[in-house]
């Protein structure tokens, strides 16, 4: 068969105006706006989309990665014996895991990061600390940095992020600028729910933050960490969104729309059942989603916790969807899957005005 480059050209072009008349005469009277559905509590859409009804096409959602990239996460908490959290990051890197989120409840000293690094290099990796409000960050990464001389790579080969303070901070950043180059120190998160209440809370602490910092170039520190939920279309035009109200904030405070930031997504524990097999299956759709919507850094919740053998299975589980969705959906292929949808274009847009309208009736 001779190759084509448009396949699609012996076929005439229907307009909208044509689909919407069959569609009218179909209904037999009906009002086409009782097919509308919500979406959260503040947008109404049709489900007729088509590329004359676009007004405002949007482009390419850019990130600074190749393809889509994303980093595998799993979550851990600390052990009493530092040895036996040691035993689950190791075997959880040498099967596929690329980023782990340490939860911190609690002071470490350098020896107990000894013991929680033992045959862990984390110039390979990256690292995110989640800190206990308790707990100073710095006192954190400081102890951290101290077994790095014994690593592999130099400062400038570790990559990671530590949270625990909802404001940018100085004293923080000068030392991350000097031992860690290359941490994010600046971590924005809002509660679960309505996406757009939960997008504006996100817009609103990150402009609180600029507003609050001694200089706006603490922009680049910014890591998003977003909770998605079941809605999968939903959950894709929520990250793209956030992109695009994160360039025009930028542009307001004419900084480079090109200061990408860091969106680290995980699952919402309302998202689960008691049903390990069922949360199993919307884990492939929840992952799938945080994918097309352009995660950096996803973690998908094991289905189950329990007895040792079964929590090893759900976390062996939960790590393979990724791999799956890499190497054989090969969703890391191509930026920004989703760019094109008329529906997901359509649903991006609205969610972002949204939410803009929400920021300026703030000010």
């Given at each position: 068969m001779e190759h084509q480059d448009n396949l699609f050209k012996e076929f005439e072009a229907i307009s909208a105006e044509a689909w919407l008349a069959k569609i009218t005469a179909d209904l037999k009277g009906k009002d086409r706006k009782a097919l509308n559905h919500r979406v959260g509590e503040n947008i109404s859409l049709s489900p007729f989309h088509h590329a004359d009804t676009i007004s405002e096409p949007g482009?390419?959602?850019?990130?600074?990665?190749?393809?889509?990239?994303?980093?595998?996460?799993?979550?851990?908490?600390?052990?009493?014996?530092?040895?036996?959290?040691?035993?689950?990051?190791?075997?959880?890197l040498e099967n596929g895991v690329e980023a782990i989120k340490i939860a911190v409840d609690r002071k470490l000293t350098t020896a107990d990061f000894i013991k929680l690094f033992d045959q862990v290099e984390p110039s390979y990796i990256h690292t995110h600390f989640t800190i206990s409000k308790k707990i100073n960050p710095l006192e954190v990464l400081s102890e951290f940095a101290k077994i790095l001389a014994e690593k592999i790579g130099d400062k400038n080969a570790f990559y990671g992020s530590v949270d625990g303070m909802r404001m940018p901070d100085q004293a923080l950043q000068n030392w991350k600028n000097s031992h860690l180059p290359n941490f994010k120190i600046w971590c924005i998160e809002a509660p679960f729910g309505d996406p757009v209440d939960q997008l504006t809370t996100l817009i609103k602490n990150g402009v609180d933050g600029l507003e609050k910092s001694e200089d706006v170039s603490v922009a680049p520190e910014m890591v998003f960490k977003m909770k998605i939920g079941t809605d999968f279309f939903l959950e894709i035009a929520k990250l793209r969104a956030l992109r695009v109200l994160w360039a025009n904030v930028l542009r307001a405070y004419r900084l480079e729309a090109t200061i990408y930031p860091k969106i680290m997504v995980d699952f919402d524990m309302s998202s689960q059942t008691e049903d390990p097999n069922q949360n199993m299956i919307r884990a492939t759709t929840m992952a799938m989603a945080a994918a097309l919507g352009g995660a950096d850094f996803l973690t998908v919740l094991p289905a189950s916790e329990g007895e040792e053998d079964r929590s090893a299975f759900y976390r062996r589980i939960a790590r393979n969807v990724q791999h799956i969705l890499k190497m054989e959906s090969f969703l890391d292929r191509v930026k920004d899957v989703a760019g094109g949808s008329y529906y997901l274009e359509t649903l991006t847009t609205e969610i972002g005005k949204a939410v803009w309208k929400n920021i300026g009736d703030m000010n």
């Amino acid at each position: 068969m001779e190759h084509q480059d448009n396949l699609f050209k012996e076929f005439e072009a229907i307009s909208a105006e044509a689909w919407l008349a069959k569609i009218t005469a179909d209904l037999k009277g009906k009002d086409r706006k009782a097919l509308n559905h919500r979406v959260g509590e503040n947008i109404s859409l049709s489900p007729f989309h088509h590329a004359d009804t676009i007004s405002e096409p949007g482009g390419p959602i850019a990130r600074n990665t190749e393809g889509n990239q994303w980093l595998i996460g799993e979550s851990f908490l600390l052990d009493e014996d530092l040895s036996l959290t040691n035993k689950a990051i190791l075997h959880a890197l040498e099967n596929g895991v690329e980023a782990i989120k340490i939860a911190v409840d609690r002071k470490l000293t350098t020896a107990d990061f000894i013991k929680l690094f033992d045959q862990v290099e984390p110039s390979y990796i990256h690292t995110h600390f989640t800190i206990s409000k308790k707990i100073n960050p710095l006192e954190v990464l400081s102890e951290f940095a101290k077994i790095l001389a014994e690593k592999i790579g130099d400062k400038n080969a570790f990559y990671g992020s530590v949270d625990g303070m909802r404001m940018p901070d100085q004293a923080l950043q000068n030392w991350k600028n000097s031992h860690l180059p290359n941490f994010k120190i600046w971590c924005i998160e809002a509660p679960f729910g309505d996406p757009v209440d939960q997008l504006t809370t996100l817009i609103k602490n990150g402009v609180d933050g600029l507003e609050k910092s001694e200089d706006v170039s603490v922009a680049p520190e910014m890591v998003f960490k977003m909770k998605i939920g079941t809605d999968f279309f939903l959950e894709i035009a929520k990250l793209r969104a956030l992109r695009v109200l994160w360039a025009n904030v930028l542009r307001a405070y004419r900084l480079e729309a090109t200061i990408y930031p860091k969106i680290m997504v995980d699952f919402d524990m309302s998202s689960q059942t008691e049903d390990p097999n069922q949360n199993m299956i919307r884990a492939t759709t929840m992952a799938m989603a945080a994918a097309l919507g352009g995660a950096d850094f996803l973690t998908v919740l094991p289905a189950s916790e329990g007895e040792e053998d079964r929590s090893a299975f759900y976390r062996r589980i939960a790590r393979n969807v990724q791999h799956i969705l890499k190497m054989e959906s090969f969703l890391d292929r191509v930026k920004d899957v989703a760019g094109g949808s008329y529906y997901l274009e359509t649903l991006t847009t609205e969610i972002g005005k949204a939410v803009w309208k929400n920021i300026g009736d703030m000010n």
